[in-house]
């Protein structure tokens, strides 16, 4: 008798991070539902059922609430339990907080908190049932140092991280796992959709996608409370937690301000 494949749901799977989760997912006994709010979402699912998965896809905005109940629904329609929940979708946003359009500010509010925690509200309540699941949410070491000339976004990873342990304390005991995924800076297109290529942070050499999102997986399916990739990530979130956080807002200004690159 074959072996019967699970299912995982990868949010932000058109690219980046989310890509490489996908692919570990496929690569390990998984089939996929993916979501994004751009039609690469469909270029990505012929480079992740190449490894042998089955994939569906769905393209939705998932800041919105109609965007994530597309997604379930989607779901819901599969008739399977989903088994895995990789809560990655994501945005960033550069300069500083008064120069920045609102609603873009708002829009990396709703997308990595918002739609985020409505996603994994539903599906984990599923999970609850069965008394089995895991997920696994891409927080940042941003979380951990206030983020001049990236106060929102900074923020809401700083949510995130918060948000994840203090979930899988709630659902101890329960066969469900929560796992934060907390990367430093990788190398995907998020500096360039941030308009942060002028920053110091922006041109620096950065941790490799495929390798964040392998040890990601990989803490996941041990049940995991968290990982930070990458020993300069680790010591820096180390400093950050005995540093005085405005000598942290200090320190993420010389990196992050626009301008920077150039200095």
Do not use: W
Not at 54 to 70: C, F, N, R, W, Y
Not at 161 to 174: I, V
């Amino acid at each position: 008798m074959p072996d019967i494949r699970q299912l995982a749901i990868v949010t932000g799977a058109s690219t980046g991070i989310g890509l490489e989760l996908a692919k570990c997912c496929a690569q390990n006994g998984f089939d996929l539902l993916i979501a994004a709010d751009e039609p690469e979402i469909e270029t990505a699912a012929s480079e992740i059922g190449a490894l042998g998965a089955s994939v569906k896809t769905v393209q939705a905005d998932l800041s919105t609430i109609e965007g994530v109940d597309t997604l379930y629904e989607a779901a819901s329609r599969m008739g399977r339990p989903v088994d895995a929940l990789l809560a990655n979708a994501g945005r960033g946003l550069g300069n500083a907080f008064l120069d920045q359009d609102f609603r873009e500010a708002r829009l990396v509010i709703d997308t990595n908190i918002t739609g985020t925690l409505y996603l994994i509200h539903k599906v984990a309540n599923d999970m609850r049932q069965r008394s089995s699941g895991r997920i696994l949410i891409t927080g940042s070491i941003a979380g951990f140092s206030p983020g001049a000339f990236q106060a929102v976004y900074n923020g809401t990873k700083a949510f995130l991280d918060s948000f994840s342990f203090a979930l899988r304390e709630e659902l101890r005991d329960t066969g469900l796992t929560v796992t934060c995924l907390m990367p430093g800076a990788t190398e995907t297109d998020f500096f360039e959709r941030a308009g942060m290529m002028d920053t110091t942070i922006g041109t620096s050499k950065k941790d490799d996608a495929a390798d964040v999102a392998a040890k990601g997986f990989k803490a996941m399916m041990r049940g995991e409370g968290d990982v930070v990739t990458g020993l300069k990530n680790k010591l820096q979130s180390a400093v950050a937690n005995v540093t005085p956080a405005a000598a942290l807002a200090r320190q993420h200004r010389k990196m992050a301000e626009p301008g920077s690159a150039n200095e």
